[in-house]
Structures are given as C-alpha cells and as structure tokens.
C-alpha cells in the first residue's frame, strides 16, 4: 500500500478527515491498471465464455438489509494470532476446518468451536484471539469474555500492528491511519491537569464530563449515547468565520500538514489552505 501511494497509483479517499477504511482514490497509473484488470475480465468471461454484462448500484437501501438480517444478526468476527499476528475471518476459518456452517452464531459460539476444536492459526500454528465484532473494534485479553479487560479502538481508520510498545508504561502501541498511538487510555503521556469546571453540553444542556479514550482526554456529554457530543480538552484558536455556515474557523492538522477547517465538521465540510502569513503565527 505505501508504495502503490508513493508511487501514485492510489491513496484513502477523505484522507485529510481520517479516511475510510475500503475507499480509495486512483491516480492516473491506478486508473490505467484497474482498467487493463477490467479489460481482461470482459476478455476472458464476455469475448471468450459468451457470459453478458450487467452493472448493478453499488449503495444497497437501509430496508433491503434490515429484511436480510445484516442490520440485526451480523458479524464481522476477526480472529488474531497471538504469535505472528496475522488476521483472519473467524466464521470462515472455523468452516474450512471442521465444515460447521456458522450462520447465525454468536461470537461466544464461535469462540468456543475455536477453543473446542482447537483451531489454530493456519500460517504459524499459533493461539488465535478475537479481535473485532459488529459493536465495535477493540484489542483485548485473549481469555475475553471471561477477563474483560480491553481497550476500545476507533471505528475509522486501517489499524497495523507495528510490535512497539510505549516507553511511558510498556502498553502495546498501534498504527492507527498514518499514526501510531498507546493503547492505554491511563498513560502517563496522556494525563492532563483540568480544572473542575461546571461546563454544560452545548447540544443538550447535560454536564460535561472528562473522558479518557485511545488518543487522550476529552470532553464528552454525561447524557451519552443519547447526546454524543464531545470537544477537545484544548480547544483549537479560531481564525476566522466559515463563509458556508457561519461556524468558527480553525487551524487542523491532517496527513499533509495544517489546514483551516470548519468547527462544524462534519455536518460542514469547508476547508482552506493555510497563508503564508498564516503558518508564521502558528
């Protein structure tokens, strides 16, 4: 992938706001390859197999996936291994090694024809661990549910384990997009000296209260999940007005450096590039 991108074939799409992990925007040479890939498809299945083409919509409607069961029942279950930490889908693993039809199990069942049958990890033979679930991406003990001590990871972004771990207090460290984080919200480099301050959500009206998560302190709502608003412990200096809503301006930091962005983002999604005069102040 860093060479693809280094090279100019591809890079994430929305990249300055996180990306999204399985979006991807191509450069001219991505462009030229996926269609030389194309073009041999049609080769091969139309000119040659006589099969015909059709193009469906690439976006399925809420209703269609709430009467298939996907928005109720379904999991993405990703099982890891403990020793040479390559990922793999746990319902098809545990298919291809006993031939158990998995649809519909819950994780704690699939967990238990791992452990039952002892399904190991098919590279190196090593433990293998569940890692993700259809509520969320975390890292946790490998005796999860039993001991629940884990670490929650947040839903955007390609995570990459690069086998670091953080001088501050020896916690395991993830590459998160382009940055690499301690997965211990309770990290001495992630403690912060706050004032109590009898601050209300702005959304709601509730209190707001200091929250720890992987990248720090925030604040978050105390009416949470019913009100999910949250700001930084810092708050960022405003530059200006937004002339598309009216919001604050303020200065961003993304993968290519600082930029003025909306405080609305992400209902407003208006950007401009930092001046010159700008960047002397910062």
């Given at each position: 992938?860093?060479?693809?991108?280094r090279?100019?074939?591809?890079?994430?799409?929305?990249?300055i706001?996180?990306?999204?992990?399985?979006?991807?925007?191509?450069?001219?040479?991505?462009?030229?390859?996926?269609n030389?890939?194309?073009?041999?498809?049609?080769?091969?299945f139309?000119?040659?197999?006589?099969?015909?083409?059709?193009?469906?919509?690439?976006?399925?409607?809420?209703?269609?996936?709430?009467?298939?069961?996907?928005?109720?029942?379904?999991?993405?279950?990703?099982?890891?291994?403990?020793?040479?930490?390559?990922?793999?889908?746990?319902?098809?693993?545990i298919?291809?090694?006993?031939d158990?039809?998995?649809?519909?199990?819950?994780?704690?069942?699939?967990?238990?024809?791992?452990?039952t049958?002892?399904?190991?990890?098919?590279?190196?033979?090593?433990?293998?661990?569940?890692?993700?679930?259809?509520?969320?991406?975390?890292?946790?003990?490998?005796?999860?549910?039993?001991?629940?001590?884990?670490?929650?990871?947040?839903?955007k972004?390609?995570?990459k384990?690069p086998?670091?771990?953080?001088?501050?207090?020896?916690?395991?460290?993830?590459?998160?997009?382009?940055?690499?984080?301690c997965i211990?919200?309770?990290?001495?480099?992630?403690?912060v000296?706050?004032?109590?301050?009898?601050?209300?959500?702005?959304?709601?009206?509730?209190?707001?209260?200091?929250?720890?998560?992987?990248?720090?302190?925030?604040?978050?709502?105390?009416?949470?999940?019913?009100?999910?608003?949250?700001?930084?412990?810092?708050?960022?200096?405003?530059?200006?007005?937004?002339?598309?809503?009216?919001?604050?301006?303020?200065?961003?930091?993304?993968?290519?450096?600082?930029?003025?962005?909306?405080?609305?983002?992400?209902?407003?999604?208006?950007?401009?590039?930092?001046?010159?005069?700008?960047?002397n102040?910062?």
């Amino acid at each position: 992938m860093d060479l693809a991108r280094r090279r100019g074939y591809l890079w994430s799409s929305f990249e300055i706001y996180g990306g999204i992990a399985g979006f991807v925007d191509y450069g001219p040479l991505g462009c030229l390859l996926k269609n030389n890939i194309i073009a041999k498809f049609r080769e091969q299945f139309i000119a040659k197999e006589g099969f015909y083409e059709i193009e469906s919509p690439t976006v399925t409607p809420y209703e269609v996936l709430k009467a298939s069961g996907h928005v109720d029942n379904f999991t993405d279950p990703i099982v890891e291994c403990k020793n040479c930490l390559e990922s793999f889908r746990a319902d098809h693993l545990i298919e291809e090694f006993i031939d158990v039809d998995t649809e519909g199990k819950t994780l704690k069942e699939l967990e238990e024809l791992i452990k039952t049958h002892n399904i190991r990890c098919p590279k190196c033979g090593g433990d293998l661990i569940l890692i993700r679930h259809k509520k969320g991406r975390f890292v946790g003990c490998s005796n999860y549910p039993e001991c629940d001590v884990k670490y929650s990871l947040p839903d955007k972004g390609r995570i990459k384990i690069p086998n670091k771990v953080c001088e501050a207090c020896k916690s395991p460290i993830l590459k998160i997009g382009d940055r690499e984080v301690c997965i211990n919200p309770e990290c001495p480099l992630k403690q912060v000296e706050v004032k109590e301050e009898n601050r209300k959500c702005p959304k709601c009206g509730a209190k707001l209260v200091l929250k720890k998560g992987i990248y720090g302190a925030f604040y978050g709502c105390s009416n949470y999940p019913k009100c999910k608003y949250t700001e930084p412990i810092n708050k960022k200096e405003v530059v200006g007005k937004c002339t598309k809503c009216g919001g604050d301006l303020v200065v961003r930091e993304g993968k290519f450096g600082k930029f003025i962005g909306c405080s609305n983002y992400p209902k407003c999604k208006y950007t401009e590039k930092l001046k010159l005069d700008d960047k002397n102040n910062i």
